[in-house]
């Protein structure tokens, strides 16, 4: 064999087994939330204009505290008030942007 058959040869074989590992890695957990919330259709997704407690507890990184904090800075114009009003911090906020929605009243 060649030197240079040899360097493709390697190449390729740590290009497949590479390949192969990434496809039996399962993702990671924030991976799944983001996924989550980009196929997430409009009726599944918590108004946080409405939402129980319970319902808001339910979202990743939504506890107890924060939970009554955004009930209690309702109403919001939009789902991002959630970070402009101090309600939670930015990084919890990125955990369920895809999961959330800040629905209006219907006017009469």
């Known amino acids: ?19 192969s590992l990434a496809i039996s890695l399962p993702p990671m957990p924030q991976q799944k939330m983001a996924e989550a919330g980009a196929t997430a259709k409009a009726k599944d997704l918590v108004d946080i204009n409405s939402a129980s407690v319970d319902q808001l507890k339910a979202l990743p990184g939504i506890g107890d505290a924060y939970a009554k904090k955004i009930v209690d800075g309702r109403p919001y114009k939009m789902k991002t008030d959630l970070v402009k009003k101090n309600i939670i911090p930015e990084a919890t906020y990125k955990k369920i942007a895809g999961l959330v929605i800040a629905k209006q009243p219907k006017k009469p």
């Open 1 to 19: 064999m060649t030197n240079h058959f040899r360097k493709v040869l390697l190449a390729l074989m740590i290009t497949v087994f590479g390949a």
